[in-house]
């Protein structure tokens, strides 16, 4: 197969270059090229030899991400459906701010969590994605946008972070150590996978985790999220109480509300009373986004998701609602899905999560432009 090289790090592109039998120390201006100057192609590398230029392009490949279509909201944001080599597509959010420009990227092509209420839930698993498609994200919509620097990062896109914990982790690293972007502006977001919260506390990395709750009791969290069966509510929060105790580091519980699902006064009580003596955590509420998926879930009144946040305060409990971006497109949280899938793609769930049902693939919803 032929290697990619953005999701390499300076010292292993260094390694592969020797292998390929051309001078290692070239690794370095490589890197540079693609992790700060956001080259993608090695015509970029004017620094480099032709000769040795034209080998990197016909034994290697640079980038492992290429536009296939992008829509743009009116306030800024760009949602990307991206083509990955082996044809599968994943969606990217770029999302300038006043104060900061972010981008929110996906963790894997679909999802084997099968939410009730997700997008990317219908759409089953088809693989992990590797290091370097997670990275490439990034660096896609940086080379779109040179005059902004791209300060923060969110893994709230499609798919389950911590079910990919390795190539997530390397991400993270090449983010931090070749790119330059700060531990402190990169954010996980998991639905609660217990083990693999333990296994980024022992990491002990300043970034953000975002827990996805939506619920304040196991049977309503069942309903909407199926995984609450293998790790119920005090399972993970004896995993978020563990991780912050580790880090020492805010947890970020993430809360859907929908009208009379999850929204009324009794579960903003249960969720005060929850999470009243969890140390070092906020919650964020974000009004649910219609999908073209589930008909029964609706976005709450704002008077219903303003008094839900005054009752959670009021058991002394940090709650912020997420400033939303991108409705206009469907780019905004949980409405991502792979809209143009290949025929016989594999939609499978991962081994561990063979046990969750996941839905057949539904129809396109985005016109590819290319
Ligand atoms: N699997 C991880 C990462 C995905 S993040 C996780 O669940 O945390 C995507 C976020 O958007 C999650 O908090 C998810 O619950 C939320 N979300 C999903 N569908 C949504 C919808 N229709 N409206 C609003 N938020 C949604």
Do not use: C, H, K, M
């Given at each position: 197969m032929t290697p990619t090289l953005i999701g390499h790090t300076t010292a292993e592109l260094t390694a592969l270059l020797t292998e390929m039998g051309l001078p290692g120390y070239r690794g370095k201006q490589l890197a540079r090229g693609f992790y700060t100057r956001f080259a993608r192609d090695f015509d970029a590398f004017s620094d480099l030899p032709k000769a040795l230029r034209e080998k990197l392009a016909t034994e290697t490949q640079l980038a492992p991400c290429s536009e296939r279509s992008v829509q743009s909201a009116p306030d800024g944001t760009e949602k990307y459906l991206l083509n990955?080599?082996?044809s599968e597509v994943i969606e990217a959010v770029y999302l300038p701010y006043e104060d900061r420009t972010s981008v929110c990227v996906s963790s894997q092509v679909g999802c084997p969590m099968a939410c009730s209420f997700c997008a990317t839930g219908t759409e089953g698993l088809a693989r992990n994605l590797?290091?370097?498609?997670i990275v490439d994200q990034l660096l896609f919509m940086q080379a779109k946008h040179p005059e902004q620097r791209i300060s923060h990062?969110?893994?709230m896109g499609m798919g389950e972070p911590l079910i990919n914990l390795p190539n997530v982790l390397k991400a993270l690293h090449l983010l931090h150590d070749e790119v330059g972007l700060s531990?402190?502006?990169m954010t996980v977001s998991t639905?609660?996978?217990?083990p693999g919260m333990e296994k980024l506390a022992a990491e002990d990395l300043p970034i953000t985790l975002a827990v996805s709750l939506h619920a304040p009791n196991n049977t309503l969290r069942s309903e909407l999220v199926p995984l609450n069966e293998k790790y119920p509510i005090g399972r993970l929060m004896e995993a978020c109480r563990h991780y912050t105790d580790t880090t020492r580091r805010r947890i970020t519980?993430?809360?859907v509300l929908m009208a009379g699902i999850n929204d009324t006064e009794k579960e903003a009580h249960e969720l005060g009373e929850l999470l009243r003596r969890q140390p070092l955590c906020a919650v964020n509420t974000i009004p649910y986004n219609s999908t073209d998926v589930e008909a029964r879930y609706q976005r709450p009144t704002p008077e219903a998701a303003r008094l839900f946040r005054e009752i959670v305060a009021s058991y002394g409990v940090?709650?912020?609602?997420?400033?939303e971006k991108g409705h206009r497109i469907a780019a905004a949280c949980g409405q991502l899905k792979r809209s143009a899938l290949k025929p016989g793609s594999a939609m499978r769930p991962l081994p561990?999560?063979?046990?969750?049902?996941?839905a057949e693939p539904t129809e396109p919803t985005l016109e590819p432009t290319a």
């Open positions: 990955l080599t082996d590797t290091a370097g498609e990062l969110v893994l531990y402190r502006n639905v609660g996978v217990v519980f993430e809360y940090t709650i912020t609602q997420r400033y561990l999560f063979s046990q969750i049902p996941v």
